[in-house]
Protein backbone atom coordinates (compact mmCIF):
# COMPACT_ATOMS: atom_id res chain seq x y z
CA UNK A 1 0.00 0.00 0.00
CA UNK A 2 1.02 3.60 0.00
CA UNK A 3 0.84 5.42 3.44
CA UNK A 4 -0.76 8.68 3.01
CA UNK A 5 1.72 10.94 5.18
CA UNK A 6 4.02 9.54 7.18
CA UNK A 7 4.89 11.29 9.80
CA UNK A 8 8.77 11.45 11.72
CA UNK A 9 7.97 8.07 13.70
CA UNK A 10 8.45 6.72 10.38
CA UNK A 11 11.71 8.34 9.35
CA UNK A 12 13.78 7.85 12.38
CA UNK A 13 14.67 4.14 11.66
CA UNK A 14 15.24 4.22 8.09
CA UNK A 15 17.69 7.50 8.52
CA UNK A 16 19.10 6.10 11.84
CA UNK A 17 19.97 2.81 9.12
CA UNK A 18 21.63 4.32 6.34
CA UNK A 19 23.77 6.24 9.02
CA UNK A 20 25.02 3.03 10.08
CA UNK A 21 26.31 2.31 5.97
CA UNK A 22 29.31 4.42 7.79
CA UNK A 23 28.52 3.64 11.31
CA UNK A 24 27.76 0.32 11.98
CA UNK A 25 25.11 -0.11 15.35
CA UNK A 26 26.72 -3.72 15.99
CA UNK A 27 30.23 -4.67 15.85
CA UNK A 28 29.60 -8.18 15.09
CA UNK A 29 27.04 -11.11 15.47
CA UNK A 30 27.13 -9.69 19.50
CA UNK A 31 26.10 -6.79 20.68
CA UNK A 32 28.94 -4.47 22.66
CA UNK A 33 29.03 -0.96 23.27
CA UNK A 34 30.75 0.51 20.36
CA UNK A 35 27.03 0.12 19.79
CA UNK A 36 26.25 2.74 22.25
CA UNK A 37 29.20 4.93 21.79
CA UNK A 38 29.39 4.58 18.01
CA UNK A 39 25.94 4.03 16.36
CA UNK A 40 25.27 6.79 14.37
CA UNK A 41 22.38 8.80 15.55
CA UNK A 42 19.50 10.74 13.67
CA UNK A 43 17.47 11.36 16.88
CA UNK A 44 16.01 15.07 16.71
CA UNK A 45 12.29 15.61 16.52
CA UNK A 46 10.81 17.04 13.69
CA UNK A 47 7.80 17.46 11.59
CA UNK A 48 9.53 15.62 8.56
CA UNK A 49 7.14 13.29 6.59
CA UNK A 50 8.27 10.98 4.17
CA UNK A 51 7.50 11.41 -0.07
CA UNK A 52 3.22 10.24 -0.47
CA UNK A 53 4.63 8.21 -3.10
CA UNK A 54 6.95 5.24 -0.94
CA UNK A 55 5.35 2.00 -0.88
CA UNK A 56 5.47 -0.44 2.21
CA UNK A 57 4.60 -3.92 1.22
CA UNK A 58 2.48 -4.60 4.68
CA UNK A 59 -0.62 -2.20 5.85
CA UNK A 60 0.26 -1.84 9.32
CA UNK A 61 -3.39 -0.09 10.08
CA UNK A 62 -4.19 -2.33 12.24
CA UNK A 63 -1.61 -3.84 14.57
CA UNK A 64 -2.31 -6.10 17.60
CA UNK A 65 -1.49 -4.93 20.96
CA UNK A 66 1.35 -6.87 23.01
CA UNK A 67 1.32 -7.31 26.65
CA UNK A 68 4.16 -8.22 29.18
CA UNK A 69 4.82 -9.41 32.68
CA UNK A 70 8.30 -7.17 32.44
CA UNK A 71 8.67 -4.63 29.49
CA UNK A 72 12.82 -3.55 29.69
CA UNK A 73 14.39 -0.66 28.02
CA UNK A 74 17.77 0.13 28.10
CA UNK A 75 18.97 3.62 28.01
CA UNK A 76 22.35 5.00 27.06
CA UNK A 77 24.29 7.63 29.74
CA UNK A 78 23.98 11.14 28.06
CA UNK A 79 20.77 10.04 25.57
CA UNK A 80 18.72 10.10 28.95
CA UNK A 81 15.97 12.72 27.43
CA UNK A 82 14.76 9.80 25.51
CA UNK A 83 12.80 8.07 27.74
CA UNK A 84 9.64 9.57 28.57
CA UNK A 85 7.04 8.84 31.38
CA UNK A 86 4.67 7.60 28.90
CA UNK A 87 6.51 4.57 27.67
CA UNK A 88 5.08 0.94 29.18
CA UNK A 89 8.56 -0.01 30.83
CA UNK A 90 8.90 -2.17 33.86
CA UNK A 91 12.49 -1.81 33.90
CA UNK A 92 15.43 0.40 32.57
CA UNK A 93 18.58 -0.80 31.46
CA UNK A 94 21.45 1.99 32.19
CA UNK A 95 24.44 1.71 29.62
CA UNK A 96 26.27 1.55 31.04
CA UNK A 97 30.11 1.15 33.17
CA UNK A 98 32.93 -0.09 31.95
CA UNK A 99 36.03 -2.09 33.17
CA UNK A 100 38.95 -0.32 31.75
CA UNK A 101 42.60 -1.88 31.04
CA UNK A 102 43.42 -2.20 34.74
CA UNK A 103 40.29 -4.43 35.57
CA UNK A 104 39.24 -1.18 37.46
CA UNK A 105 35.69 0.18 37.08
CA UNK A 106 35.15 3.41 35.53
CA UNK A 107 32.17 4.99 33.52
CA UNK A 108 29.81 4.85 36.02
CA UNK A 109 26.39 6.87 35.25
CA UNK A 110 24.58 8.39 38.13
CA UNK A 111 21.25 6.98 39.24
CA UNK A 112 19.80 10.43 39.77
CA UNK A 113 20.34 10.47 35.84
CA UNK A 114 16.71 8.76 35.31
CA UNK A 115 15.41 9.81 38.91
CA UNK A 116 11.74 10.49 36.95
CA UNK A 117 11.69 7.05 36.00
CA UNK A 118 9.04 5.35 38.59
CA UNK A 119 9.97 1.40 37.70
CA UNK A 120 13.02 -0.21 38.44
CA UNK A 121 16.31 0.63 37.31
CA UNK A 122 19.59 -1.49 36.60
CA UNK A 123 23.40 -0.87 36.08
CA UNK A 124 24.87 -2.18 33.11
CA UNK A 125 28.26 -3.03 33.12
CA UNK A 126 30.00 -4.00 29.97
CA UNK A 127 34.36 -5.66 29.68
CA UNK A 128 34.97 -4.83 25.83
CA UNK A 129 37.90 -7.35 24.74
CA UNK A 130 38.59 -11.01 24.98
CA UNK A 131 41.74 -10.44 26.11
CA UNK A 132 40.76 -7.83 28.97
CA UNK A 133 37.90 -10.31 29.87
CA UNK A 134 40.17 -13.41 30.40
CA UNK A 135 42.52 -11.00 32.58
CA UNK A 136 39.72 -9.70 34.67
CA UNK A 137 38.33 -13.26 35.10
CA UNK A 138 41.30 -15.32 35.59
CA UNK A 139 43.16 -13.16 38.01
CA UNK A 140 42.00 -14.15 41.49
CA UNK A 141 42.83 -10.55 43.17
CA UNK A 142 41.75 -8.40 40.29
CA UNK A 143 38.54 -10.34 40.07
CA UNK A 144 37.19 -9.75 43.57
CA UNK A 145 38.75 -6.27 43.74
CA UNK A 146 36.42 -5.74 40.62
CA UNK A 147 33.17 -7.79 42.49
CA UNK A 148 33.57 -5.47 45.64
CA UNK A 149 33.72 -2.93 43.21
CA UNK A 150 30.55 -4.24 41.34
CA UNK A 151 28.95 -4.96 44.54
CA UNK A 152 29.69 -0.67 45.53
CA UNK A 153 28.45 0.56 42.58
CA UNK A 154 24.73 -1.32 42.16
CA UNK A 155 24.13 0.19 45.93
CA UNK A 156 21.77 3.00 44.46
CA UNK A 157 20.00 0.82 41.58
CA UNK A 158 17.35 -1.60 42.11
CA UNK A 159 19.55 -4.46 40.05
CA UNK A 160 22.78 -5.00 38.11
CA UNK A 161 23.08 -6.46 34.55
CA UNK A 162 26.45 -8.20 32.96
CA UNK A 163 27.19 -7.98 29.65
CA UNK A 164 29.90 -9.41 28.79
CA UNK A 165 30.55 -9.98 25.05
CA UNK A 166 33.70 -11.00 25.00
CA UNK A 167 34.95 -14.24 26.91
CA UNK A 168 36.90 -16.77 25.42
CA UNK A 169 35.20 -19.45 24.63
CA UNK A 170 37.60 -21.75 27.00
CA UNK A 171 36.68 -19.33 29.83
CA UNK A 172 33.25 -20.50 30.45
CA UNK A 173 33.97 -21.57 33.93
CA UNK A 174 35.50 -19.31 35.20
CA UNK A 175 33.43 -16.95 34.44
CA UNK A 176 30.32 -19.00 35.58
CA UNK A 177 32.98 -18.95 39.05
CA UNK A 178 32.93 -15.11 38.59
CA UNK A 179 28.71 -14.83 38.16
CA UNK A 180 28.74 -16.93 41.49
CA UNK A 181 30.42 -14.72 43.41
CA UNK A 182 29.12 -11.87 41.91
CA UNK A 183 25.54 -13.27 43.06
CA UNK A 184 26.81 -13.39 46.40
CA UNK A 185 28.33 -10.01 47.13
CA UNK A 186 24.80 -8.65 45.75
CA UNK A 187 22.64 -9.39 48.34
CA UNK A 188 18.97 -8.96 47.60
CA UNK A 189 20.05 -6.92 44.38
CA UNK A 190 18.42 -8.34 40.83
CA UNK A 191 21.40 -9.53 39.31
CA UNK A 192 21.39 -10.23 35.25
CA UNK A 193 23.23 -10.93 32.63
CA UNK A 194 22.95 -10.19 28.68
CA UNK A 195 23.85 -13.27 26.63
CA UNK A 196 24.19 -13.84 22.67
CA UNK A 197 21.37 -15.51 20.90
CA UNK A 198 21.54 -19.25 20.38
CA UNK A 199 19.46 -21.78 19.46
CA UNK A 200 20.83 -25.02 20.10
CA UNK A 201 23.76 -25.96 22.69
CA UNK A 202 27.39 -25.37 21.99
CA UNK A 203 30.39 -26.89 22.66
CA UNK A 204 32.70 -24.80 25.03
CA UNK A 205 30.33 -21.83 25.07
CA UNK A 206 30.80 -19.05 27.89
CA UNK A 207 27.10 -18.56 27.26
CA UNK A 208 25.91 -21.81 28.22
CA UNK A 209 22.28 -20.51 29.27
CA UNK A 210 22.22 -23.98 31.25
CA UNK A 211 25.21 -23.43 33.33
CA UNK A 212 24.44 -19.56 33.75
CA UNK A 213 20.27 -19.61 34.23
CA UNK A 214 20.64 -21.22 37.60
CA UNK A 215 23.05 -18.26 38.85
CA UNK A 216 21.32 -15.18 37.89
CA UNK A 217 17.54 -13.79 38.47
CA UNK A 218 17.17 -13.22 34.99
CA UNK A 219 18.44 -13.70 31.09
CA UNK A 220 18.00 -11.31 28.38
CA UNK A 221 18.73 -12.88 25.23
CA UNK A 222 20.03 -10.59 22.44
CA UNK A 223 18.43 -11.99 19.89
CA UNK A 224 19.73 -9.21 17.25
CA UNK A 225 22.88 -9.43 15.43
CA UNK A 226 21.64 -12.14 13.06
CA UNK A 227 23.37 -10.18 10.56
CA UNK A 228 25.78 -7.45 11.02
CA UNK A 229 28.22 -5.15 9.31
CA UNK A 230 30.63 -7.97 7.92
CA UNK A 231 28.18 -10.71 7.24
CA UNK A 232 26.48 -10.84 4.18
CA UNK A 233 22.98 -9.08 3.88
CA UNK A 234 20.23 -9.69 5.99
CA UNK A 235 17.83 -9.30 8.59
CA UNK A 236 18.97 -7.70 12.41
CA UNK A 237 16.69 -10.38 13.37
CA UNK A 238 14.58 -12.42 11.40
CA UNK A 239 10.87 -13.45 12.16
CA UNK A 240 12.10 -17.37 11.42
CA UNK A 241 15.66 -17.27 13.53
CA UNK A 242 14.10 -14.92 16.32
CA UNK A 243 11.49 -18.05 16.88
CA UNK A 244 14.13 -20.46 16.68
CA UNK A 245 16.28 -18.64 19.68
CA UNK A 246 12.70 -18.00 21.61
CA UNK A 247 11.96 -21.77 21.66
CA UNK A 248 15.44 -23.23 22.92
CA UNK A 249 15.67 -19.99 25.66
CA UNK A 250 11.96 -21.06 26.82
CA UNK A 251 13.04 -24.38 27.28
CA UNK A 252 16.65 -23.90 28.65
CA UNK A 253 15.99 -20.92 30.46
CA UNK A 254 12.42 -21.03 31.58
CA UNK A 255 9.78 -18.46 31.02
CA UNK A 256 10.30 -17.20 34.39
CA UNK A 257 13.61 -15.89 33.78
CA UNK A 258 14.31 -15.34 30.41
CA UNK A 259 13.60 -11.69 28.97
CA UNK A 260 14.06 -12.31 24.94
CA UNK A 261 15.90 -9.03 23.57
CA UNK A 262 14.43 -7.13 20.79
CA UNK A 263 16.01 -4.71 18.39
CA UNK A 264 15.29 -1.34 17.34
CA UNK A 265 17.69 -0.23 14.90
CA UNK A 266 18.36 -1.49 11.38
CA UNK A 267 21.64 -2.17 9.47
CA UNK A 268 22.46 -1.03 5.60
CA UNK A 269 24.95 -3.00 3.43
CA UNK A 270 27.40 -1.54 0.17
CA UNK A 271 27.80 -3.78 -3.00
CA UNK A 272 30.65 -3.32 -4.05
CA UNK A 273 31.80 -1.75 -0.78
CA UNK A 274 34.89 0.07 -1.82
CA UNK A 275 36.54 0.50 1.54
CA UNK A 276 39.52 -1.97 2.63
CA UNK A 277 43.62 -1.58 2.27
CA UNK A 278 44.84 -1.54 -1.55
CA UNK A 279 48.06 -2.83 -2.94
CA UNK A 280 49.67 -0.90 -5.49
CA UNK A 281 49.12 -2.75 -8.90
CA UNK A 282 44.89 -2.45 -7.51
CA UNK A 283 45.36 1.25 -6.73
CA UNK A 284 46.89 1.65 -10.32
CA UNK A 285 43.65 -0.35 -11.97
CA UNK A 286 41.45 1.67 -9.63
CA UNK A 287 42.76 4.71 -11.47
CA UNK A 288 42.73 3.33 -15.06
CA UNK A 289 39.20 1.74 -15.00
CA UNK A 290 37.71 5.48 -13.46
CA UNK A 291 39.82 7.40 -15.71
CA UNK A 292 41.35 9.50 -12.99
CA UNK A 293 43.35 12.64 -14.16
CA UNK A 294 44.36 14.12 -11.23
CA UNK A 295 46.48 12.84 -8.33
CA UNK A 296 47.47 15.46 -5.71
CA UNK A 297 49.69 15.15 -2.86
CA UNK A 298 49.48 15.91 0.64
CA UNK A 299 52.46 16.31 2.68
CA UNK A 300 54.28 14.36 -0.35
CA UNK A 301 51.28 11.67 0.31
CA UNK A 302 49.31 10.56 -3.12
CA UNK A 303 45.63 10.89 -2.70
CA UNK A 304 42.86 10.70 -5.21
CA UNK A 305 38.99 11.02 -5.48
CA UNK A 306 36.90 9.16 -7.87
CA UNK A 307 32.98 8.05 -7.88
CA UNK A 308 31.36 4.28 -8.42
CA UNK A 309 27.88 3.57 -8.43
CA UNK A 310 26.76 1.47 -5.79
CA UNK A 311 23.73 -0.50 -4.57
CA UNK A 312 22.62 -0.28 -0.94
CA UNK A 313 21.01 -2.94 0.77
CA UNK A 314 19.16 -1.72 4.02
CA UNK A 315 17.05 -3.64 6.76
CA UNK A 316 14.87 -2.35 9.85
CA UNK A 317 12.85 -2.11 11.74
CA UNK A 318 9.20 -0.50 11.64
CA UNK A 319 5.77 -1.03 13.61
CA UNK A 320 4.64 -3.30 11.63
CA UNK A 321 7.63 -5.99 12.02
CA UNK A 322 7.86 -4.65 15.23
CA UNK A 323 4.49 -5.99 16.50
CA UNK A 324 4.51 -8.97 14.47
CA UNK A 325 7.55 -10.05 16.48
CA UNK A 326 6.63 -9.27 19.90
CA UNK A 327 3.35 -11.20 18.79
CA UNK A 328 4.98 -14.10 18.22
CA UNK A 329 6.84 -13.82 21.65
CA UNK A 330 3.78 -13.26 23.72
CA UNK A 331 1.77 -16.35 21.63
CA UNK A 332 5.23 -18.41 22.82
CA UNK A 333 4.85 -17.74 25.80
CA UNK A 334 7.56 -15.13 26.53
CA UNK A 335 6.85 -13.25 29.84
CA UNK A 336 9.59 -10.51 29.18
CA UNK A 337 10.77 -8.56 26.51
CA UNK A 338 13.67 -5.76 26.28
CA UNK A 339 14.51 -3.64 23.49
CA UNK A 340 17.88 -2.12 22.42
CA UNK A 341 17.95 0.77 22.51
CA UNK A 342 15.62 3.45 24.02
CA UNK A 343 16.20 6.66 21.21
CA UNK A 344 16.23 4.41 17.77
CA UNK A 345 12.28 3.16 18.03
CA UNK A 346 9.74 4.75 15.98
CA UNK A 347 7.28 6.46 18.65
CA UNK A 348 4.52 4.31 17.59
CA UNK A 349 5.39 1.75 18.54
CA UNK A 350 4.63 2.07 22.05
CA UNK A 351 1.02 2.30 20.89
CA UNK A 352 0.80 -1.57 20.71
CA UNK A 353 2.36 -2.61 23.93
CA UNK A 354 1.09 -2.71 27.60
CA UNK A 355 2.29 -4.20 30.93
CA UNK A 356 0.26 -6.96 32.14
Excluded at 10 to 16: E, M, N, R, T, Y
Excluded at 148 to 164: M, W
Excluded at 336 to 351: D, K, L, M
Aim: charged share 25%; aromatic share 10%.
Amino acid sequence: MIYPRVKRAGLLPFLLCMACIFASCRSGPSVTEESAAGEAEIETAGEDELPEHIVIASDPAHLPSSAFGEIWGYVVKGREQFLTKDMPLSDVGYFGAEVDCYGRLTEIPRRSGLADFSGRVHLVVTCPGYGLSHFVLADGGVRRRLISELADAARPYDGLQIDFENIPKLDGEIFAGFLEELRRALGDKIFTIAVSARFRKLAADPYDYERIAPLVDRVLVMAYDEHWSASVPGPVASMDWCKSVAAYSLNVIGPEKLIMGIPFYGRAWIDPSPAGAKIFTTIEKIIMENRVTTIRRENGIPVFNYEVPVQVTLYYEDDYSLSARMEMYSDMGVRAVGFWRIGQESPAVWNYLSIQ
